[in-house]
């Protein structure tokens, strides 16, 4: 039962620390599938994780913070497309320029809202994003210890469900609507669908602000449910975990999902590890879950082949 217990706990933990990357990512696949290359994740992911904290810290409210860092995320998003869209910029360079943006922005106006500190005020317990199931398990038994992994398995902060609702969302919109099939269509071959009289730009402009919107919610899933609160270091390589998984999962959905769950896995074991009492060095702790994500998707990737005209500037004829 021992076994099944820690199982339990490293199972919770996983789906904690996917969360926030299953949002980034998910921004990623609707921004390459419209074919613009979103490297800005990471800094969108960051301003979210900002204002979501100090918003929900001011307020005592954690879903406006919630708002608040989707439209953080949304705005950093809009300089992204007014670069790549409408100015032709490289997606990567002008990727690169947004994650120097969203840091640096961030720690610059933590030390105006917050009288010079380079952290947000932590957020009392009450006013972090809830746990919808919190306590349910707990008044079925006390004593039962299948309840107990019951309860390490889905007392989860509600941003975890609303991120795996919105792998469902995101994969309907893309194979089930006239809108994702246009921004299918808009990576693949950008001049076919602007023959069909599909307007490219708004297209490109529509899905790029939508990743900027998730990511910034993964940053608000970070400071808001997983800590307390925004800090320089909070957010450091998760947007690109979150891009080598959408690359994992082929540019799709829940594809991208498993690529996030698999990087909390590995985050999940290394916190396990660290409460068994092994001597094993706390740097070495930390970079585990990097090293053990990129291992395996450098094995089962493969040949990973995105939209067709993703990243390839697009200028009407």
């Not at 810290?57 to 790549?84: E, K, S």
């Not at 910029?89 to 690169?96: E, L, Q, T």
Request: charged fraction near 10%; charge should be neutral; proline fraction near 3%.
């Amino acid at each position: 039962m021992k076994i099944l217990s820690d199982l339990g706990v490293i199972i919770g933990i996983t789906l904690m620390y996917s969360a926030p990357l299953i949002y980034t990512s998910l921004g990623g696949v609707l921004s390459e599938n419209a074919g613009v290359v979103n490297i800005g994740l990471e800094g969108m992911m960051t301003i979210g994780a900002f204002a979501g904290a100090t918003v929900a810290y001011f307020t005592q409210n954690p879903w406006l913070g919630f708002i608040a860092a989707g439209i953080a995320g949304g705005l950093l998003a809009v300089l992204h497309a007014i670069a790549c869209v409408s100015f032709t910029a490289d997606h990567v360079v002008s990727g690169i320029a947004i994650n120097f943006i969203g840091p640096g922005l961030s720690i610059f106006l933590t030390k105006i809202f917050f009288d010079g500190a380079a952290m947000t005020i932590p957020l009392d317990l009450d006013n972090k994003i809830p746990r919808p199931l919190n306590g349910i398990f707990a008044s079925i038994s006390t004593q039962n210890r299948l309840v107990d992994i019951l309860d390490s398995i889905f007392n989860q902060y509600a941003t975890v469900y609303i991120a795996l609702f919105l792998v469902l969302v995101v994969w309907f919109l893309l194979y089930k609507t006239k809108l994702g099939l246009r921004i299918r269509s808009v990576g693949e071959h950008p001049k076919a669908a602007e023959t069909l009289g599909v307007n490219v730009y708004r297209i490109k402009y529509l899905a790029v602000i939508l990743s900027g919107v998730l990511a910034g919610f993964g940053g608000a899933a970070m400071s808001i449910a997983v800590i307390s609160n925004y800090r320089a270091a909070l957010i450091s390589g998760q947007g690109f975990i979150a891009l080598a998984a959408m690359i994992f999962g082929k540019w799709k959905p829940q594809g991208a999902m498993w690529g996030c769950l698999l990087f909390g896995a590995a985050q999940g074991l290394v916190v396990y590890l660290g409460s068994t009492g092994l001597e094993i060095s706390s740097q070495l702790l930390a970079m585990l879950p990097y090293i053990i994500t990129l291992i395996i998707l450098m094995g089962f990737v493969g040949e990973a082949r995105g939209p067709k005209a993703n990243g390839i500037p697009y200028e009407k004829e």
